[in-house]
């Protein structure tokens, strides 16, 4: 029994040794491994399917290792690639994040042991950004939707760009979303997002991982529209529409119309086109996007008529712009018939019983445009008398004949204008040989300046009558101008021929004329004779309200032009100063034209000079003058303010020559006086004392004279001093 046991132990004493030769390679000491020390993972921030690289040391304990694993945040992952310093793997579809862990797995007696690495190393999954396309306003705020921004809790920073625009303001983040804000002008640019995110659990700043791109959809900054600068405009007006996030180009539309036009990111503006059309405004930008700006009203605008003056049955082109496919026109409220249409041209018929007023265009779509007086229309009413031979008077009744004096020929023959009036136009028959034997009608034919047509009315030309044996050229018409309308040059204003022309003495007619370098200056009395009335059809009168007045006053006048017993309207009337006693007078209208009446109405400023003023009225070949004449003047009798009795033939005033005579007279009785002292100085004693010896004057009566040069030389001074002294006062008070 003992020897059996003694047996058994030996054997086993031998059995261990031989396990302990055999087996000792295949086990490890605890203490020969180290932990193993995840030092980096890159990239720490990644997609699914990227493949990670994780480097750090003691993965294989020194190739003495029986198994290595490796978990991210406590899930298993395939290691793909295995050294001691580094592994590599693939992150799994579904994404996987968390602390990266190496476990390494070692044999050791009766058994293994493992050991894992640090956990502070993170693998970060990169977030989701939806695909949408936001369009906040300019500076609008929008937001990027999708999933993972914060990288459970470890996201570092994103920021944002749109492309071209720059970057983008970001504002709260969560894990789900992302808040941005729009740049403040027009873009349409992709939106990116740059992520950052802490590599250790410790949000180490220092140790970060990659930085990723991602695309987060799109940005398209929505137009912020202000509005027209105006609701209404004509053609070729500049219209704008303020703004924000226009772009800097695009289109334009006008009542569906093209229209070119300007953009910059705040504003854009267009010019009216002459055929646009009220409608909306529509601007489409570059990308395509829609600005409904809102309706513009195009004004119709008359820019010219081709005639200012036309009769019944006339045809008057309208030029302008905005006048559209259609519309209307009115004269004076009555319809014009339209001929054509156009945006830019109207043609119209002037219709019988139409009558001046204001010319209005209505477009079918556009505002009306309105000419105040636009057409004047003509009516040639009557003729007076409607027949008459070489030589008579014919006066031509109507309306709308204006003040500019156009011209009239009878039977294709020139006949002279004698008067032009709005109304009244008086007219000399020409001579027309071939009615000079027997007569004939014809028609007389009116030009008005600017009108549509010419105006026509019948008209008789009477023969020519005999010569009498007692009348000669001239007798009933001075002037010798037939119809009793005296000739009168126009240029100097004289009458060229017959008795006014011709005065044989103080007392016949005489006609002043203006000179052409203004008013004549005479400080003297004016003889004034002038041309006598001559009975006719034609008659211009001046009045004055009174004859004389102060000096400086204003004198109001008339003037009063008639013919055939009818005011003249619209007659030119020119006023004229021809004679004035100083520089300081003036008149006021130098220019009118006949009222209703027939009248001007004028002021004469008087010169503060005392003396004659002739003013002089004239309407075509009519004049009339007349005198005022301002008080202080000494003049006497004579036909019209009589004859000068001043010395020298109205070289000066009567008191001015007393005082010039005096002054004279005490010259020389200076002179006397001091002759006969410096006689009588010559006998013995004279130069004693002043003596007065006895002289007989011219009239007989004794005079004391002064015998002593001295005496007589201050006698004479003091009559010098007193005239002087009187001299001035009389220039004072003119």
Not at 512 to 532: C, L, M, T
Request: glycine share 16%; proline share 8%.
């Amino acid at each position: 029994m003992s020897r059996r046991i003694a047996s058994a132990l030996a054997g086993a004493i031998l059995l261990g040794g031989i396990a302990a030769t055999h087996l000792a390679p295949l086990t490890v000491e605890a203490a020969q491994c180290s932990a193993p020390h995840v030092g980096s993972v890159t990239n720490a921030l990644a997609h699914p399917g990227d493949t990670i690289t994780v480097s750090g040391s003691g993965f294989t304990c020194g190739g003495q290792s029986n198994g290595t694993a490796l978990s991210v945040g406590g899930s298993g992952q395939h290691i793909t690639a295995l050294n001691d310093s580094q592994m590599q793997f693939v992150v799994p579809a579904g994404g996987v994040a968390g602390s990266v862990v190496v476990t390494v797995t070692y044999p050791v007696l009766l058994g293994s042991q493992s050991q894992s690495s640090n956990t502070d190393r993170l693998l970060l999954m990169v977030p989701a950004a939806s695909n949408n396309t936001a369009t906040p306003g300019p500076g609008g705020g929008f937001t990027v939707s999708g999933s993972g921004f914060t990288m459970g809790g470890f996201v570092k920073s994103i920021t944002a760009s749109a492309g071209g625009c720059g970057g983008l303001a970001v504002g709260a983040i969560s894990d789900t979303s992302v808040a941005l804000t729009a740049p403040g002008s027009y873009c349409n640019q992709p939106v990116g997002l740059n992520i950052t995110g802490y590599a250790t659990s410790t949000r180490n700043a220092t140790i970060l991982t990659n930085t990723v791109g991602i695309g987060a959809g799109g940005l398209n900054i929505a137009p912020s529209p202000g509005g027209l600068s105006t609701g209404s405009a004509a053609p070729g007006d500049l219209v704008s529409f303020s703004g924000a996030g226009y772009g800097n180009s695009g289109s334009a539309t006008l009542d569906g119309q093209g229209i070119g036009s300007n953009w910059t990111d705040n504003s854009i503006s267009f010019t009216v086109a002459s055929n646009s059309t009220s409608g909306a405004v529509v601007f489409t930008r570059s990308d395509g996007h829609v600005i409904n700006a809102g309706n513009l009203t195009v004004n119709s605008k008359v820019t010219g008529v081709s005639a200012g003056r036309a009769q019944d049955g006339d045809t008057v082109t309208i030029a302008g712009t905005g006048f559209g496919p259609g519309g209307k026109v009115t004269l004076g409220g009555t319809d014009l018939p339209v001929k054509s249409w156009s945006p830019t041209s109207i043609a119209v018929t002037i219709p019988a019983g139409a009558a001046t007023g204001d010319l209005t265009v209505t477009p079918q779509n556009d505002a009306p445009s309105t000419v105040p007086n636009g057409i004047t229309v003509m009516h040639l009413a009557a003729l007076k008398p409607g027949d008459g031979a070489p030589g008579a008077t014919i006066g031509i009744t109507g309306n709308g004949f204006g003040s500019q004096k156009g011209s009239v020929s009878i039977a294709g023959v020139n006949a002279p204008v004698t008067i032009w009036g709005d109304s009244t136009i008086a007219v000399v028959v020409p001579s027309i040989p071939r009615y000079a034997g027997s007569g004939g009608d014809d028609h007389i034919v009116v030009n008005v300046p600017g009108a549509a047509s010419a105006m026509s009315a019948a008209f008789h030309v009477d023969p020519v009558p005999p010569a009498t044996p007692n009348s000669t050229p001239g007798q009933n018409t001075p002037g010798n101008t037939p119809g009793g309308v005296p000739t009168i040059d126009p240029i100097t204003g004289m009458p060229t021929n017959g008795a006014s022309a011709s005065p044989t003495n103080g007392n016949a007619p005489s006609f002043i004329p203006p000179s052409s370098n203004g008013p004549i200056i005479s400080i003297g009395p004016v003889p004034f004779h002038p041309v006598p009335k001559v009975s006719g059809p034609v008659n211009l009168t001046l009045t004055p309200s009174k004859a004389n007045a102060d000096p400086g006053q204003d004198v109001p006048f008339s003037v009063t032009l008639t013919a055939f017993g009818q005011p003249v309207v619209g007659a030119p009337v020119d006023l004229l100063l021809v004679v004035v006693p100083g520089g300081d007078a003036s008149i006021s209208p130098a220019k009118g034209v006949t009222d209703a009446q027939g009248k001007v109405s004028g002021v004469l400023h008087l010169s503060k000079r005392a003396g004659d003023h002739i003013i002089l009225a004239r309407s075509g070949q009519y004049s009339d003058e007349i005198k005022i004449t301002g008080r202080g003047l000494a003049n006497t009798g004579g036909a019209g303010g009589g004859t000068d009795s001043s010395v020298g033939g109205g070289g000066g005033s009567p008191q001015r020559t007393i005082i010039v005579a005096a002054l004279l007279a005490c010259l020389v009785l200076f002179l006397s006086g001091f002759g006969i002292n410096v006689a009588t100085a010559r006998k013995p004693g004279a130069a004693v004392a002043a003596t007065a010896t006895p002289r007989r004057s011219l009239g007989g009566s004794l005079v004391a004279l002064p015998v002593n040069a001295g005496s007589a030389a201050q006698f004479g001074l003091a009559m010098m001093v007193c005239s002087f002294g009187q001299l001035v006062a009389v220039m004072r008070r003119r």
